[in-house]
């Protein structure tokens, strides 16, 4: 699975961008186009690989985490509008990519500096979300017609 998705290739250092494959995609063009902004956001932080966290760094992150909030606030507004009824459980897995994002970032905070690990496991964290909890929500979505399997396949 990493492999396929380019995170083994980029734990080596080898990736020089990602692509969310058209098999992970979700189907719904808003929410695909904020996990693909999301990933390169994410995936943008290699540059300060070794770098003392400070300055554009630090604002980096900052912004990162202000986008990850923007972006399961969407989804959840999403939920509610569709009334997904594992809504509230889906709130929860967002607030562990949060608290994951934050602990990572003290932890770069009281180290100095950023590691190619740190950008791995945030890489990994937030592709696992996307792929393993939206999952669910995707399957309400078609089993409910709102987002048709046909145009899924075809995205």
């Given at each position: 699975?990493?492999?396929t998705?380019?995170?083994?290739?980029?734990?080596?250092g080898?990736?020089?961008?990602?692509?969310?494959?058209?098999?992970?995609?979700?189907?719904d063009?808003?929410?695909d186009?904020?996990?693909?902004?999301?990933?390169?956001?994410?995936?943008?932080?290699?540059?300060?690989?070794?770098?003392?966290?400070?300055?554009?760094?630090?604002?980096?992150?900052?912004?990162?985490?202000?986008?990850?909030?923007?972006?399961?606030?969407?989804?959840?507004?999403?939920?509610?509008?569709?009334?997904?009824?594992?809504a509230?459980e889906?709130?929860?897995?967002?607030?562990e990519?949060?608290?994951?994002?934050?602990?990572?970032?003290?932890?770069?905070?009281k180290?100095?500096?950023?590691?190619?690990?740190?950008?791995?496991?945030?890489?990994?964290?937030?592709v696992?979300?996307?792929?393993?909890?939206?999952?669910?929500?995707?399957?309400?979505?078609?089993?409910?017609?709102?987002?048709?399997?046909?145009?899924?396949?075809?995205?």
């Open positions: 699975f990493m492999q998705i380019g995170i083994g290739t980029f734990m080596t080898g990736l020089s961008d990602f692509t969310i494959p058209k098999v992970a995609l979700f189907g063009a808003d929410i186009v904020e996990h693909q902004y999301l990933v390169d956001k994410v995936l943008h932080l290699r540059k300060f690989v070794d770098v003392e966290y400070g300055g554009e760094l630090r604002e980096h992150c900052a912004d990162l985490r202000r986008e990850l909030l923007s972006h399961f606030h969407n989804e959840i507004r999403y939920m509610k509008d569709v009334s997904y009824p594992a509230t889906h709130m929860l897995h967002h607030s990519v949060l608290e994951g994002f934050d602990q990572l970032m003290d932890n770069i905070s180290r100095g500096y950023l590691l190619v690990e740190d950008v791995n496991n945030l890489v990994s964290n937030v696992r979300h996307m792929l393993m909890e939206d999952i669910a929500f995707k399957t309400y979505l078609i089993k409910t017609g709102v987002l048709k399997e046909e145009v899924i396949r075809m995205v």
